[in-house]
């Protein structure tokens, strides 16, 4: 079906949540994307950080058609292949040691989302300040953070402009300033703070890492005050900035991880991972789905995990980040590149206009999939397989771009 077929159902029978860009994309291989009339696009997107291994990665189809042809789904109310083995090594890259030296043991539930996920972090650790900790109600969020768009996940997202039109929001959120400790302190001084939730780098705000002394600061101060630290890696996280976490590049550890995006290769999955003695506040019937972790997602996420596992990955994440963030920095009119990994933003001066660039890049003969998140801002999240090459063809085709 063409693109202007698919435009005019849309418009008539699809929900107008989306601005979509005019185009239709129909297969893909790797890193590149071919639209309806066989064009052929570099993705420097990758479905917003979803597709790790690549489009159509040989190893993860491979996977899904096997487990489609053996057992799709049939809920959670029994056990299932793999689920166990997909929690076990979830638990083993989160990592991190108790005050004793001993190796932290994590428990996940398995959702469909980022949303859920932070849905199911947010329950959890108001449920423990009830049952095992300070008893307190508060969730500190940082302000311009982005968890998700259903109403809890949304009220604990600290940007006016989303929340107004869906008001009241549920309540016991505050925000602070990303990097003020001073501010935090605060929150803990005069509020029943049970948990502190953050994105370890911003992504839908422009990709703003936290420092190392914030990161520091809400460790120190979940810990002192028997709270909860939560980190939102629903984008950052599944080895986007290298490390399988991005909290892992701080020497710190969580209470809690919400995950979601990468975590499956493109199939819809969200996990809320947490700390063994924290997770035990949830009893049958606290919390549940009807599709999270089902047969078909955890034969996807146990196939990504292998392969972002296997030896030697962590590092040519990074060096390819590396190589993107040169590249990105060498572009006209750049007045900062930020990022960890492969999540990175380019910031230019008031003379680019990201969004038209994004849209040029569309249209351009070589095409580039691109985003941005700002007037002035462009985000990366390629897929994980990037390669040098297809950063220096994307870097020079954008430069073209930015001088036409």
């Known amino acids: 079906m063409s693109l202007a077929q698919q435009q005019e159902l849309e418009s008539k029978y699809v929900m107008g949540t989306f601005a979509r860009k005019p185009v239709e994309f129909v297969s893909g291989n790797g890193m590149m994307l071919t639209d309806d009339k066989g064009k052929q696009y570099l993705d420097f997107i990758g479905g917003i950080g979803v597709i790790s291994l690549g489009h159509c990665a040989p190893a993860l189809v491979k996977t899904l058609q096997e ?14 292949e793999h689920r166990g083995e997909v929690a076990e090594k979830l638990s083993n890259i989160l990592g991190g040691t108790t005050d004793s030296g001993e190796p932290v043991e994590w428990k996940t539930f398995f959702s469909n989302s980022g949303a859920e996920s932070n849905e199911c972090a947010i329950k959890l650790a108001r449920l423990y300040a009830k049952r095992f900790g300070n008893g307190g109600s508060t969730i500190v969020t940082i302000t311009n953070s982005f968890h998700g768009r259903t109403l809890a996940t949304l009220a604990a997202t600290a940007q006016p402009l989303k929340q107004e039109a869906f008001k009241p929001l549920p309540g016991g959120f505050i925000d602070v300033q990303q990097n003020d400790v001073a501010a935090l302190e605060a929150a803990f001084a005069n509020h029943d703070v049970c948990a502190v939730i953050l994105e370890v780098v911003q992504g839908e705000s422009g990709v703003h890492p936290c420092s190392q002394e914030y ?3 809400v460790r120190r101060l979940t810990s002192e005050n028997k709270a909860l630290m939560i980190c939102d890696e629903v984008q950052c996280g599944m080895y986007r900035c ?15 991880v919400a995950m979601a995006k990468g975590i499956a290769g493109g199939v819809p999955m969200g996990a809320c991972a947490a700390r063994a003695e924290v997770a035990d506040a949830f009893e049958p019937g606290d919390h549940g789905t009807t599709f999270g972790g089902s047969c078909l997602a955890i034969a996807a ?10 030896e030697g990955e962590i590092e040519r994440i990074e060096a390819a980040g590396e190589h993107l963030a040169e590249r990105l920095t060498a572009l006209p009119h750049v007045k900062e590149v930020r990022g960890l990994g492969l999540m990175r933003a380019v910031e230019f001066d008031d003379s680019v206009d990201a969004p038209a660039l994004v849209l040029a890049a569309l249209n351009a003969p070589q095409g580039l999939v691109l985003n941005y998140t700002g007037a002035h801002t462009l985000r990366f999240l390629p897929p994980l397989v990037v390669t040098n090459a297809d950063i220096d063809a994307m870097a020079g085709q954008l430069e073209k771009l930015i001088e036409a």
């Open 215 to 217: 990161m520091e600061a």
């Open 301 to 310: 996420a146990n196939c990504v995990l292998d392969e972002l596992g296997r």
């Open 242 to 256: 290298g490390v399988p976490f991005a909290f892992q590049h701080y020497g710190v550890t969580p209470d809690i």
């Open 67 to 80: 487990q489609t042809a053996k057992l799709m789904h049939v809920s959670n109310y029994y056990y299932i």
